[in-house]
C-alpha cells in the first residue's frame, strides 16, 4: 500500500491510506462522509460533487492518490450543521424528490455563476436528476438568496390540498446517511457476481478454487452449491402471475450479464478479482437475439423441466394475452378508410440514481435481517421465505430512505444472493451494483413491436381497432405479462369503439430481462394509439383534437374489452377539461413558423389513461395510534420511493384528525414494525394505502371522541376533536390526558382493498421545431393536464407530473438500449446512455385538474405513472404536424428523423 | 469509479525517473477519463503532475501549452487581443463537457486519448498547431496535430513516449476569426459530428478541422470562402469509408452532418453571426 495521505475534509484531519486505483468517492465514503452519493462512477450525473481547494470536482473520477494536502468540502460541511441559502432555497422550493442528486446538486449550484436562467441549465449539464424533471431544482437555484420564508401550514387551514413540505426535506439537502449503503453492520462482506460474456450457453464445467484461494475471499457460490428452486424476481402478491423461471444461480445463462456464480469477500476489489479468478467452460448454444425469430422455437431458452407457468416455452413464449370485445370484422366492414403501421418501441432503462443494493445480517435474536432499497418488502420477505424455507416471521425486510426506483425495485434482485450469502457464511453481507449492472443485468422497459389496424367513418368514428403487440420480455418472465395486458388494455379502452381486439404476445429472448418500468406497457400502447389516430385526422382532415374529442370514452362507459365487467372504472372524470386547458394553454392554431428555412415548428398531442393501483388485490393495512404524549404514530408497510407519498399520507390522517403533519410520527416499510401493504408500485400508494390510513383515522377519531365522551362525561355527539384536545362546549380533555388515562389502546388497525380502480386521465401538447437539416427535434413548451381527482399535496403531485413528463421526454428524443447481434448492450453508462438533462427541459404548463373521485381518499387518484405515457406521441405527432413526416420508431434520435425527411 | 487492478502509483519529478515503461503502466494526466471505466489492464498509474508541464505561454512564435495544462485554465487566461482565434480554444474546453471535468481534465490528455469525440483535436487541426514529444530517451520531435492520430483511440505514440507541448504559430492565432459547432445524438455526449471553422477575413482563406464523424480529424482548405455547393463537393470526394460507422451514428449521416456544420460554419462567420456550438 502506498505511502499515507495527509488531507483535510471539512476543517477535520485526515491521515490515511488507500488503494492505488481508488477514487476520491470511494475515499470519502470509507471516512464516513455518505453524503457523497455513488451513482454513475463515470463522471456524468454530478451526484458525488465535492469542493476541491473550493472548485466543484466530480470525485468519482479523481484520483484519491491526489487529495493529499488538499482541503475537500462535502455536502456535510458546507454550513457546519446550519444550512446554507443554497440548502434552504432547495428547502424552499422543494427541489428534490428522492433527494440522490440533492447534495451534488447543491454542491454545484453554489459554486455556480450564471446570467440567465438559460446559463444556468447549461452549467447543471454535469448534474442529472432522474425525479423532478428539474422544474423544481431550477426554481430553488434561482430563488437561492431571496427571502421566502415558507409559512408552516396551520391545523386550521388543513392538510389536504396544501403543499406540505416533504418531510424528508432537511436530511436530504443535508446530505445526511439515510439510505441502504450508508449503514452497515460491523464486520460486513461484499458480493460480486461473474456475470455470462455469452448470451445463451450451458455451463460445462466450473472451477472456483483459484477464487477460493485468494486471501480475502470467504466463499464461492454456483448452482452446485443451491437448491434449484424456481421463482420470479418479479414483486408480485401471491400467487404470483409470472412464470416461475429464475433460479438463484443456474448451469445456464440466458443473456449476456446472467449470473454464473457469486463470490464474497472483505472488499469489493477482492470480490471483483475473485471473479475474474473463476474458470468457466461454456457451452455455446444458439441464441435468440430478436423476438421474432425466438417464437420460431429453434433454440430454446426455458427448456428446463423446473420452470413451470411459461405459456409455451418451445417456442419461447412466456406469456399471451387475448382480449376481444364485438365483432372485428363486421366493424372494418363499416369502415371508410382503414389504416395501418407498426410501431417499434425500443427498450429503455430506469436509471434511478440510488443503484440497487442490499445488506443481510441476522440480529442478537437470529432474525435474518435485510436492509435493502426496495419498493416490495412484504414481498421480497415472502419470497425469501419460500426460496431458503425459513419462516415469514423469522426474516425481517425493511428499507431506509429509498433513491429512487421507478418500477426497477419492483424486483427482487440482490436480496436473494445476499441472503444466500448471510445463510452460507453467517455474516453480514451487501452487495450493491455497479450502474454497468444497473444497465446491463436489471430490467428495462419492454421493447414492442405494435401493429395496430383502425377502421373508421368519414366522419371520424371508430368502427374497430386490431392490435397486436410483440413484447420482449428478455431471458426471464418477471411482469411480462401483466405489461404487455396494459398495452392494449388502457390505449384501447379509452376510446369508444364497439370492436376491439387486442394480442400481446410476450417472448423471450437472449438478451437483458425487461420488467416494470413507470406507466407498465400502457406507455407503448399509447405511442401507436395516440400516433395513429393523429394519421387518421390527417387522413381525414379531421382536426386531431376533434377527431379525439369524437371517440373519447365519457364519464357514461364502461371499459369492456375482454371482459364482462371490469374493475377499471371510471370514478370521477375531467378529460374534456383537461384537453381545453392544454389545447388553450398551447394556442395550437396560430405556430409561427421561423425565418429559416432549414427549421420547421408544429404541435401535436396525445391522451392516455392509467389505473390507481390495483383493484382487489392491492393490499394495504395500516396502524395509527394516539401516542401518551398527545401525539400520533402512523404505521404503514407502504414505500415511499421518493415521491413524497410519506407526506401525503400524513396528511390525510391529519386532516381527518384535525392535527398537523408535523404530530405524526410515521414509520414505513418494516415487515417487523409495520403492517403489510403490497408496496409502491401501479400508482396504488394515494389510493389505496392513501384510503386505508383515511379509514384507520376516522376510526381512531370516532375511537377517541368515544373514549373522551366516557372519560369527561359527555356526549359524544357534541365533542370536537381538535389538534391538542377533544372538547365540547362545556368541558374539554387534552390529548395526553386522554392517552394517558384511557383503559384500552387508543389505536385502531385495518387493511384495506380497493373493489375498483379508477382511472386517470391525462392529455398533452408539445410544440416543437425541427431542423430539417440535422434532424434535430428541439421542444419548444408543452403542457399536461392530469384529472387526478383531487391532489392531496399540490406541490408533490406537480413533481410527479413534471418528472414523468420528462422521463417521457427522454423515451421520446434520447433514450435507448443499444445491442449488437450477440446481445450485448453497446451504451452501459451515463455518458452513452443519455438521460435528459436540466437543458433540454423546455417550459412547461402543469394543470392539475380537480374534481373528486368517488373511490379515492378525499378524492384523489394515482398520478405515479401517468404524465410519462404522453410525451413520445406527443412530440411524433409535433414533428409530423411541422415537416409532413411520421415517425414510427422511438427514440426520435436525429438521424431517424433526418432519414426519414430525406426518404 | 474505482481501479482494482492498479497496484502501483507514480509520480515522477522528470520524466528521467520513469524507466522501464512496461506495457500495463498507463498515464494519468486529469484521470477524467481514465477514471471513468472499468480498466483490467492497467496496473500502474504514472501520474504527470509533478512533472509541472501545465504552462501556457505566449511567445513571438505564438502560443505554447504544457500537455497536462487543466483545461479551465485557457478560459481564464488573458490571451493577446489580436489573438482572436483563442476563442477556439475556448470553445473546446467548454464543449468537452461540465464545467467541473475541465477543472480536471488535461488539453493533453483529450488529444492523447484520441476518442472520435476530442474537442481539442479539430481545433488543433484548424489553427495548424504542432505537438513535441518526449521519448523515453529524453529527445524530442515535432508532429502536425493533423498526423497525429491515425486511427480512434490510436495516436503515434509509441510506448513510453509523451506529449510534452502544443504549439499554435502565430500567424494562425491573429485576425482569424473561428467557429465551434458540434452535433451528438443527444444534446450533451460524445459528439458525432464536431466542425472548427477557422477563417481569415483580409486573405479570406479558410480552414475546416474537422472531427466528431471521422476516424482520425482532418483538415479541409480553401483560398477562398467556399460557397455551399464547393463545399458540397469537397465532402463528396472524400470516401465515405473516412467516416465512423457505429451505434452512435451512420457513415453516411456524419458525412451529411460535417457538410452541415461546415456550411453553417463558415456561412456564420462571413455573416459575423455568433451561432450556436450545439445542434
Known amino acids: 500500500m502506498p505511502d499515507s495521505l495527509n488531507f483535510q475534509v471539512n476543517n477535520q484531519n485526515h491521515n490515511t491510506k488507500c488503494d492505488s486505483g481508488t477514487s476520491l468517492l470511494s475515499l470519502l465514503r470509507s471516512l464516513g462522509y455518505a453524503g457523497v452519493h455513488r451513482v454513475c462512477e463515470s463522471g456524468d450525473c454530478g451526484g458525488c460533487t465535492v469542493w476541491l481547494d473550493d472548485q466543484p470536482i466530480h470525485s468519482c473520477i479523481y ?23 443554497m440548502q434552504q432555497a432547495f428547502l424552499d422550493k422543494q427541489g428534490f424528490q428522492c433527494g440522490y442528486c440533492t447534495p451534488g446538486m447543491i454542491m454545484t449550484a453554489s459554486s455556480l455563476e450564471y446570467e440567465s436562467e438559460a446559463q444556468l441549465k447549461a452549467e447543471l449539464e454535469g448534474n442529472l436528476c432522474r425525479c423532478t424533471g428539474y422544474e423544481a431544482i431550477i426554481d430553488s437555484v434561482l430563488e437561492c438568496g431571496k427571502d421566502s420564508s415558507v409559512k408552516s401550514i396551520t391545523a386550521k387551514q388543513g392538510q389536504v390540498g396544501r403543499d406540505v413540505p416533504k418531510q424528508d426535506g432537511p436530511n436530504l439537502v443535508t446530505g445526511k446517511p439515510v439510505y441502504t449503503a450508508d449503514w452497515s453492520p460491523p464486520g460486513l462482506l461484499h458480493l460480486k457476481v461473474l456475470r455470462s460474456p455469452h448470451a445463451h450457453a450451458r455451463i460445462r464445467r466450473i472451477d472456483t478454487s483459484k477464487a477460493e484461494a485468494l486471501e480475502g475471499v470467504e466463499a464461492v457460490f454456483t448452482h452446485k452449491d443451491i437448491t434449484r428452486k424456481a421463482y420470479s424476481t418479479a414483486g408480485h402478491g401471491a400467487p404470483v402471475p409470472d412464470p416461475l423461471d429464475h433460479y438463484l444461480l443456474d448451469h445456464k445463462v440466458r443473456f449476456i450479464g446472467d449470473r454464473t456464480a457469486a463470490v464474497v469477500a472483505e472488499t469489493e476489489a477482492i470480490a471483483a478479482k475473485a471473479c475474474e479468478l473463476i474458470e468457466v467452460d461454456y457451452e455455446i448454444l444458439p441464441q435468440a437475439i430478436d423476438p421474432i425469430e425466438a417464437m420460431q422455437g429453434k433454440t430454446i431458452i426455458h427448456d428446463e423441466p423446473e420452470s413451470s407457468q411459461i405459456h409455451d416455452a418451445a417456442h419461447n413464449i412466456a406469456g399471451e394475452v387475448v382480449l376481444n370485445k364485438g365483432d372485428l370484422e363486421a366493424g372494418f366492414a363499416q369502415a371508410d378508410l382503414i389504416i395501418e403501421n407498426t410501431y417499434i418501441l425500443p427498450a429503455v432503462q430506469h436509471v434511478h440514481l440510488e443503484p440497487h443494493v442490499s445488506i443481510s445480517w441476522f440480529d442478537d435474536e437470529g432474525t435474518l435481517v435485510v436492509r435493502s432499497s426496495t419498493q416490495v418488502p412484504f414481498h421480497c420477505q415472502r419470497l425469501l421465505s419460500e426460496l431458503f424455507d425459513i419462516p415469514k416471521e423469522k426474516i425481517r425486510v425493511y428499507k431506509p430512505q429509498l433513491g429512487g426506483g421507478f418500477g426497477n425495485k419492483q424486483e427482487i434482485l440482490t436480496e436473494d444472493l445476499c441472503v444466500l450469502a448471510t445463510l452460507k457464511t453467517g455474516k453480514p453481507v451487501q452487495w450493491r451494483f455497479t450502474r454497468e449492472e444497473e444497465f446491463t443485468a436489471t430490467n428495462s422497459r419492454h421493447a414492442m413491436n405494435i401493429r395496430l389496424k383502425t377502421g373508421v367513418k368519414q366522419d371520424g368514428t371508430i368502427t374497430a381497432q386490431e392490435m397486436e403487440a410483440i413484447s420482449n420480455t428478455g431471458a426471464y418472465g418477471n411482469h411480462g405479462e401483466t405489461v404487455t395486458f396494459l398495452t392494449g388494455c388502457f390505449p384501447l379502452g379509452l376510446y369508444r369503439c364497439a370492436n376491439q381486439s387486442y394480442k400481446g404476445t410476450v417472448v423471450y429472448t437472449n438478451t437483458m430481462p425487461a420488467g416494470a418500468f413507470r406507466g407498465y406497457g400502457a406507455t407503448q400502447g399509447t405511442f401507436a394509439m395516440e400516433s395513429q389516430l393523429d394519421e387518421i385526422a390527417h387522413k381525414l382532415n379531421i382536426d386531431p383534437i376533434k377527431l379525439r374529442q369524437h371517440n373519447l370514452i365519457t364519464a357514461e362507459d364502461e371499459i369492456l374489452i375482454g371482459r364482462e365487467e371490469h374493475f377499471h372504472i371510471i370514478g370521477s372524470y375531467a ?20 425565418e429559416e ?47 413524497g407519498s410519506d407526506t401525503s399520507l400524513r396528511q390525510i390522517a391529519a386532516q381527518v384528525l384535525g392535527t398537523t403533519v408535523e404530530k405524526i410520527e410515521i414509520f414505513t416499510a418494516d415487515t417487523h414494525n409495520t403492517p403489510f401493504d403490497a408496496g409502491s408500485y401501479a400508482s396504488a400508494t394515494a389510493f389505496i394505502t392513501g384510503q386505508a390510513v383515511n379509514l384507520a383515522a376516522r376510526k381512531l377519531r370516532s375511537l377517541l371522541l368515544k373514549t373522551a365522551s366516557q372519560t369527561i362525561e359527555a356526549d359524544a355527539e357534541k365533542l370536537e376533536l381538535e389538534e391538542t384536545r377533544v372538547s365540547s362546549p362545556s368541558a374539554s380533555i387534552t390529548l395526553q390526558q386522554l392517552a394517558q388515562t384511557a383503559t384500552e389502546p387508543l ?23 425541427v431542423d430539417t437539416e ?33 422521463m417521457g421526454l427522454g423515451y421520446a428524443l434520447n433514450e435507448e438500449l443499444r445491442f449488437d447481434e450477440q446481445g450485448k448492450i453497446l451504451n452501459p453508462s451515463l455518458r452513452t446512455y443519455r438521460i435528459p438533462a436540466a437543458t433540454d427541459v423546455p417550459p412547461m404548463e402543469i394543470f392539475l385538474i380537480e374534481q373528486a373521485d368517488p373511490y379515492g381518499p378525499f378524492g384523489a387518484k394515482g398520478i405515479g405513472e401517468i404524465g410519462t405515457n404522453c410525451a413520445a406521441p406527443a412530440i411524433a405527432n409535433a414533428v409530423a404536424n411541422a415537416t409532413g413526416v411520421r415517425l414510427r420508431q422511438l427514440p426520435m434520435i436525429p438521424e431517424r428523423v433526418w432519414q426519414a425527411i430525406n426518404n | 469509479m474505482d481501479l482494482y487492478s492498479v497496484k502501483t502509483y507514480l509520480r515522477p519529478k522528470s520524466l528521467r525517473e520513469v524507466q522501464n515503461w512496461q506495457t500495463d503502466w498507463n498515464w494519468l494526466a486529469g484521470g477524467t477519463w481514465i477514471f471513468n471505466e472499468v480498466q483490467p489492464q492497467v496496473r500502474t498509474l504514472v501520474d504527470m503532475q509533478r512533472l509541472n508541464w501545465s504552462e501556457i505561454e505566449v511567445n513571438s512564435g505564438g502560443l505554447s501549452i504544457g500537455a497536462t495544462c487543466i483545461q479551465n485554465e485557457l478560459l481564464d487566461f488573458s490571451f493577446p487581443e489580436a489573438w482572436t482565434a483563442t476563442n477556439a480554444l475556448k470553445d473546446a474546453v467548454r464543449e468537452l463537457a461540465s464545467f467541473k471535468l475541465s477543472h480536471a481534465a488535461t488539453v493533453g490528455g483529450n488529444l492523447c486519448l484520441a476518442l472520435s469525440a476530442s474537442t481539442f483535436a479539430p481545433v488543433m487541426v484548424a ?49 482569424w476569426q473561428t467557429s465551434f459547432k458540434r452535433m451528438a445524438v443527444c444534446t450533451a455526449g460524445y459528439a458525432i459530428a464536431i466542425v472548427v471553422t477557422a477563417y481569415h477575413p483580409q486573405t479570406q482563406q479558410v480552414r475546416f478541422g474537422i472531427g466528431g464523424s471521422v476516424k482520425s480529424p482532418r483538415l479541409i482548405e480553401f483560398d477562398s470562402v467556399p460557397t455551399s455547393e464547393q463545399i458540397g463537393g469537397v465532402i463528396h470526394e472524400l470516401p ?10 451512420g457513415a453516411a449521416y456524419r458525412q451529411h452532418l460535417t457538410q452541415v456544420l461546415m456550411q453553417r460554419g463558415i456561412a456564420e462567420l462571413t455573416a459575423g453571426i455568433d451561432g450556436k456550438r450545439r445542434y
Not at chain 1, 484520483?63 to 441559502?85: F, W, Y
Not at chain 1, 378529460?575 to 421561423?594: F, G, H, R, W
Open chain 2, 127 to 175: 489553427l495548424n498547431a504542432q505537438y513535441e514529444i518526449w521519448q523515453p530517451n529524453g529527445e524530442a520531435y515535432a508532429v502536425d496535430a493533423v498526423d497525429f492520430q491515425t486511427a480512434p483511440q490510436q495516436t503515434i505514440l509509441q510506448p513510453g513516449e509523451v506529449l510534452r507541448r502544443i504549439k499554435i504559430p502565430i500567424g494562425h492565432l491573429a485576425q
Open chain 1, 575 to 594: 378529460l374534456d377539461e383537461c384537453i381545453e386547458k392544454v389545447t388553450q394553454a398551447l394556442n395550437y392554431d396560430s405556430v409561427k413558423q421561423p
Open chain 2, 240 to 249: 465515405l469509408n473516412i467516416y465512423i460507422d457505429n451505434e452512435r451514428g
Open chain 1, 63 to 85: 484520483p484519491a492518490m491526489r487529495v493529499d494536502s488538499h482541503q475537500i468540502t462535502t455536502i456535510e460541511g458546507l454550513e457546519n450543521g446550519g444550512l446554507s441559502p
Open chain 1, 774 to 806: 440535422t434532424g434535430r427535434i428541439t421542444v419548444l413548451r408543452c403542457a399536461e393536464a392530469i384529472d387526478i381527482g383531487t391532489a392531496i399535496n399540490p406541490r408533490i403531485c406537480r413533481g410527479q407530473a413534471t418528472g414523468g413528463l420528462v
Open chain 1, 597 to 643: 428555412k432549414h427549421l420547421k415548428r408544429g404541435v401535436g398531442f396525445a391522451a392516455t389513461m392509467q389505473a390507481s393501483g390495483l383493484a382487489k388485490i392491492h393490499l394495504a393495512s395500516v396502524k395509527i395510534s394516539l401516542l401518551p404524549d398527545g401525539r400520533y404514530e402512523l404505521r404503514t408497510g407502504s414505500v415511499d420511493v421518493g415521491t
Open chain 1, 747 to 769: 389505536s385502531v388497525e385495518l387493511e384495506h382493498t380497493s373493489d375498483r380502480a379508477s382511472l386517470t386521465f391525462a392529455f398533452m401538447g408539445a410544440e416543437v421545431e
